[in-house]
């Protein structure tokens, strides 16, 4: 199977982020890109496009992404949205899928080939298990949806891996290098692409005292969570001012 015009779209999952790269735009590379540089090495006129912008709720990725994703004639298009909404402390989940689902079929009519993903499953994370239960009433909408128009699901939620936090970045919101390489992989699977895509060595942390632990998860309250809160609170977004690392069609090196 082979695409031509590859667009993603969605928030800082698709952008990249926790996978850094300064030689890449927004400095980030992430899974999009590692599987856009797979379905480019194999010839022809590929381009690929990346509009995602991290911090984005789901309306503001349908208001700003959609139109422009499909304007660029995509065969082929993965769509990430609505972590951001469902960790809010208020959230009518019913109502935001419909609008994603009024997208998907829109993206759908246009022939692509249309990539969706579940939310990852909080299990297994003292921080986010509170809200397990709105992430299993999302995937369960979103599976819905997938199937009405054809969509192939990537199930980031069966994904049990990703329990171990080797894969994520130390602000433990975001993919690290390893997370982004196993999301690639899992993606290109889905779609039958045959890739040599291998899993990235997980780094052991040293084991940590209890001391040690309370001052890691004390830095991380102080220099992740807070930071965070307050932008919630004051209507701000990591992704104010940003725009797309990839706005047009373009190859990848």
């Known amino acids: 199977m082979s695409f031509e015009r590859y667009v993603a779209i969605g928030d800082s999952f698709t952008e990249g982020v926790g996978d850094p790269d300064p030689a890449r735009p927004n400095g980030l590379r992430g899974w999009a890109d590692r599987v856009a ?68 079929g829109r993206l759908a009519a246009t022939g692509a080939r249309l990539v969706v993903f579940t939310a ?15 992430f299993a009433l999302y995937n369960e909408l979103v599976r819905t949806s997938a199937r009405a128009h ?64 309370r001052r890691e998860n004390l830095t991380w309250v102080r220099e992740m969570a807070i930071p965070w809160v307050h932008r919630r609170l004051t209507g701000r977004s990591s992704g104010d001012g940003l725009d797309p690392k990839r706005p047009t069609l373009a190859p990848i090196d």
């Open 150 to 213: 054809g969509a192939t699901v990537v199930d980031f939620w069966t994904m049990r891996e990703y329990r171990d936090w080797r894969y994520w970045d130390p602000d433990r919101m975001h993919l690290g290098p390893a997370g982004h390489q196993r999301m690639a992989i899992e993606v290109l699977d889905t779609l039958g692409v045959p890739h040599d895509l291998a899993p990235l060595p997980l780094v052991d942390r040293p084991a940590a005292t209890r001391a040690e632990q």
């Open 120 to 134: 990852f499953d909080p299990g297994g994370s003292a921080i986010y298990r509170p809200l397990r239960g709105r």
């Open 37 to 104: 540089e797979v379905l480019g090495s194999a010839g022809g006129d590929f381009g690929y496009a990346n509009l995602a912008i991290r911090g984005r709720k789901l309306p503001a990725i349908l208001d700003e992404q959609l139109e422009p994703a499909i304007a660029l004639a995509p065969d082929l298009v993965t769509v990430y949205a609505g972590a951001n909404d469902i960790l809010r402390p208020r959230v009518d989940i019913d109502t935001i899928v419909e609008r994603y689902d009024v997208a998907l």
